[in-house]
């Protein structure tokens, strides 16, 4: 019986690579000079400061704009609240979400049920949704479908077995 995975997960690699690009182009452009501007990674997590609240705006424009660059969706990015920080900064930090939570996953597989395939059965497992039809045909229009609905995650596709 063909199945496959539904997951939502992040490459920390390409997270870090993009954050270290930000981190060298807040150095070298002329905007940022005298604004103590930093992007920092941190365990799936990522601290950006700034002097002033629209300076950490500009920040997180020139990370997302990486970000994109290196293909993270932006989707898998939690804003914290901007705080004050020391010496009249701010800070932000923004967590990396990774894995589909219970009720993304209960959203994920009333999704699938709306789609009104017959034959096709998808059950949670663990931080992925596991999706299981008697046609190949059927589970690739479920990806199609998962596709156009909007769940506030980003979501791959994997391990699609005949």
Do not use: C, H, W
């Not at 199945?3 to 060298?24: H, I, K, T």
């Not at 950490?56 to 920080?85: C, F, H, M, P, T």
């Not at 046609?135 to 391990?159: M, W, Y």
Request: a neutral charge.
């Amino acid at each position: 019986m063909p199945s496959f995975d539904v997951v939502s997960e992040v490459d920390e690699q390409e997270v870090r690579n993009a954050v270290d690009q930000a981190s060298r182009e807040l150095t070298t452009r002329f905007d940022f000079k005298n604004t103590n501007s930093s992007v920092e990674y941190k365990e799936l997590s990522i601290e950006m400061k700034s002097a002033s609240p629209d300076r950490l705006n500009a920040v997180r424009q020139v990370l997302e704009e990486k970000l994109v660059k290196r293909k993270v969706s932006l989707k898998s990015l939690d804003y914290g609240k901007v705080e004050d920080a020391a010496s009249s900064t701010v800070r932000q930090t923004i967590k990396i979400v990774a894995g589909i939570s219970s009720e993304k996953a209960k959203a994920v597989n009333k999704a699938i049920k709306e789609l009104g395939l017959k034959g096709v059965s998808s059950q949670t497992q663990g931080e992925q949704v596991r999706v299981t039809g008697k046609k190949r045909d059927d589970l690739q229009a479920v990806i199609a479908g998962l596709k156009e609905v909007d769940l506030e995650i980003p979501l791959q596709f994997e391990n699609f077995r005949d």
